[in-house]
């Protein structure tokens, strides 16, 4: 059989595809696009200040300039990229999204075939108990994990352009460390919200928007959206917290914000990836499988959400696009 090289060559891109991504992790735990930022480009010059080896700097940075994650070379000196410049150890970098999808997700993804083959989270597989019960007692990658979702949520500054909070009060229901909450708080001064989350992340919630926006219109609550939402708001947000459940529980939640909401004039607002099963592009059905990695879930169509929805007595309302391949399921009450 004469073998298609075309082919050969694609095939052995996919093969080696997560070699580049250890390769991108490494630097990142060595410090090199820092490094690089503070003046220290050589190869010589890099081993001294991460205590590598000078020949394995050199050949991880002849793979990443060939990658185009760097510039330059280990003689005349190597230079940050756009691509190595959002890596930086810097607020709001990709970084931490780096380091947890190169140590913790990685390791997941090494369970794939079972986790395919049982439904069972790669994470459990791996670690023995499911994501967010180790997060709740691994302190240092719990804070990895809240700065690497914090990146990666890069519509938030966008929420209010396609919801109106002029003079409303909204709830963020599992709102997380409160980036959008902040983001809604910061963009329309006369809004006032609420950030329901579990008591652990409660208090790191707090710290982030006293720094930011400030506490005077937000109010904190440790809970579990599954039993209690809070009550008599505007805007019900819930904001890609649904991937991990099952569609009883989805429809649940969903029913305790329709009861919980102030009048016929409130919303409740699903702000999720959505997918399609025909014509889908990568990254979101990547993602689809991530979450199977990490916590078991998945990505639901619209029709699935519309079906949940009604079951909860709740219509689709409208729906809107927002950046980073993010939709915004608008929702109302029958």
Excluded at 115 to 134: D, H, K, M, V
């Amino acid at each position: 059989m004469k073998i298609d090289l075309k082919a050969a060559r694609e095939a052995v891109e996919l093969i080696t595809g997560g070699w580049r991504a250890q390769c991108l992790h490494a630097a990142l735990k060595l410090g090199i696009p820092d490094h690089l930022a503070a003046g220290l480009t050589t190869d010589a010059l890099l081993a001294e200040a991460t205590g590598a080896r000078e020949e394995g700097v050199h050949r991880l940075m002849r793979l990443l300039v060939a990658m185009g994650v760097f510039d330059g070379d280990g003689r005349t000196g190597y230079r940050n990229t756009p691509v190595s410049s959002v890596l930086l150890d810097e607020p709001d970098s990709l970084r931490d999204m780096c380091l947890l999808y190169g140590e913790e997700f990685y390791t997941a993804w090494g369970h794939a075939h079972e986790a395919i083959s049982t439904g069972t989270a790669g994470f459990e597989l791996a670690y023995g108990e499911p994501l967010y019960r180790y997060l709740s007692h691994e302190d240092d990658v719990n804070a990895r994990f809240q700065r690497a979702m914090k990146a990666g949520n890069l519509f938030f500054d966008h929420v209010p352009e396609v919801i109106d909070f002029t003079g409303r009060t909204f709830a963020d229901i599992g709102g997380g460390i409160g980036q959008l909450t902040a983001a809604i708080l910061a963009a329309v001064p006369d809004a006032r919200g609420t950030l329901l989350d579990r008591e652990h992340v409660v208090p790191v919630a707090a710290g982030n928007l006293a720094a930011s926006v400030g506490l005077d219109r937000v109010e904190l609550v440790g809970g579990d959206m599954f039993e209690a939402v809070p009550q008599g708001r505007d805007v019900y947000l819930l904001c890609r917290v649904l991937a991990g459940w099952s569609d009883d529980a989805v429809v649940g939640l969903f029913e305790n914000c329709r009861r919980a909401m102030a009048d016929a004039s409130s919303r409740l607002v699903i702000l999720e990836r959505v997918v399609v099963d025909e014509d889908s592009t990568v990254l979101p059905a990547l993602w689809d499988l991530h979450l199977l990695m990490t916590n078991g879930g998945r990505h639901r169509t619209l029709a699935a959400f519309t079906a949940l929805l009604d079951r909860a007595g709740l219509d689709v309302e409208r729906v809107a696009d927002l950046p980073a391949e993010t939709t915004a399921l608008i929702a109302a009450a029958r």
